[in-house]
């Protein structure tokens, strides 16, 4: 929860409700989920779910894991969590990118110390990202039968008699109370109500967006960003940038769903790429 303190309860529940839908595809597979809520740590860094302790003893999640795949780290607090736990987990963690279209060590180099211009950028990245645009098959899940394996001693529990131990994430956003109460002991505003209405957490929410997005917004996209600029984002915009931060939908699906249904569109399209070319320039500028 390191990473939440400078956030709220409304953005854990917006977390929640797209894991409760992660939940429920993983039990369709026939595959076991578990969520763990790590409280927020000392040292700031965490990580201690998957160690199970700060001391190099691993007890948690780690102990049991042939591998661990996780996020590409960007921001620097992810990155020290990823370090502690790859130095000591004593086994593979994969690196995924799923939040930008162009991983950052292939636009900016592994260290990220010299950034272009913006409008350098812009058209590099215009080049680069139709090199990562693409529709990757689906690998059915291959589970494998016979695998026992008790979570009930891993991770982090809170409450004397470890009574959310077993919780999903649907019975955690159900359980406003026991949330508030877990949260404000790490520190996070648990004031803050929960977004009502059509902006919930989730990939099926994410998808969406997107359809309304290409339906009835992306055709003179480019006209009002020029016009409107931020004032009118949210009638003209996409409103998938929150689905982006939190990892339910890739910018890569959402080009890859443009370039297919949008052909009338091409100015705009544009328009859209460069404004995900803005928001990766950031996430180097940060890095």
């Given at each position: 929860?390191?990473?939440?303190?400078s956030?709220?309860?409304?953005h854990?529940?917006?977390l929640?409700?797209g894991l409760?839908?992660a939940?429920?595809?993983?039990?369709?597979?026939?595959?076991?989920?578990?969520v763990?809520?790590?409280?927020?740590?000392?040292d700031?860094?965490?990580g201690?779910n998957l160690?199970g302790?700060?001391?190099?003893e691993?007890?948690g999640f780690?102990?049991k894991?042939?591998?661990?795949v996780?996020d590409?780290?960007h921001m620097?607090?992810?990155?020290?969590v990823?370090e502690?736990?790859?130095?000591s987990?004593?086994c593979?963690?994969i690196?995924?990118?799923g939040?930008?279209?162009?991983?950052?060590?292939v636009?900016f180099?592994e260290t990220?110390?010299?950034?272009?211009?913006?409008?350098?950028f812009?058209e590099?990245?215009?080049h680069?990202?139709?090199?990562?645009?693409?529709?990757?098959?689906v690998?059915?899940?291959?589970?494998?039968?016979?695998v026992d394996?008790?979570t009930?001693t891993?991770?982090?529990?809170?409450g004397?008699?470890a009574e959310?131990?077993?919780?999903?994430?649907r019975e955690?956003?159900?359980?406003?109370?026991k949330?508030s109460?877990?949260l404000?002991?790490?520190?996070?505003?648990?004031?803050v109500s929960?977004?009502?209405?059509?902006s919930?957490?989730?990939?099926?929410?994410a998808?969406?967006l997107?359809?309304?997005?290409?339906?009835?917004k992306?055709?003179g996209?480019?006209?009002?960003?020029?016009?409107?600029?931020?004032r009118?984002r949210s009638e003209?915009g996409?409103?998938?940038?929150?689905?982006?931060?939190?990892?339910?939908?890739?910018?890569?699906e959402?080009?890859s769903?443009?370039?297919?249904?949008?052909?009338?569109?091409?100015?705009?399209?544009?328009a859209?790429?460069?404004?995900?070319?803005?928001r990766e320039?950031a996430y180097a500028?940060v890095?």
């Open positions: 929860l390191n990473y939440f303190r956030r709220s309860r409304r854990i529940v917006f929640l409700e409760t839908e939940e429920q595809g993983f039990t369709n597979a026939g595959a076991g989920f578990c763990r809520f790590e409280p927020a740590s000392e700031t860094i965490g201690l160690l302790s700060a001391d190099g691993v007890r780690a102990s894991a042939w591998a661990i996780t590409k780290p620097r607090h992810e990155r020290d990823a502690r736990v790859a130095s987990a004593g593979a963690v690196e995924v990118e939040r930008l279209v162009v991983p950052l060590e636009a180099g990220c110390d010299t950034l272009p211009e913006t409008n350098e812009m590099l990245f215009g680069m990202s139709d090199h990562f645009v693409k529709t990757l098959p690998v059915p899940l291959d589970n494998r039968s016979g394996l008790s009930d891993l991770g982090y529990s809170y004397a008699k959310t131990r077993g919780w999903s994430a955690w956003v159900l359980s406003e109370e949330l109460e877990m404000t002991s790490s520190g996070v505003d648990a004031n929960s977004v009502t209405g059509t919930r957490g989730g990939h099926r929410a998808r969406k997107v359809a309304t997005f290409i339906a009835r992306l055709k996209y480019e006209a009002r960003q020029e016009q409107e600029g931020e009118m003209y996409s409103l998938l940038s929150p689905y982006f931060t939190f990892g339910f939908i890739s910018p890569v959402v080009l769903d443009l370039f297919k249904n949008a052909t009338d569109c091409e100015v705009d399209v544009k859209f790429k460069r404004s995900l070319a803005r320039l500028d890095y």
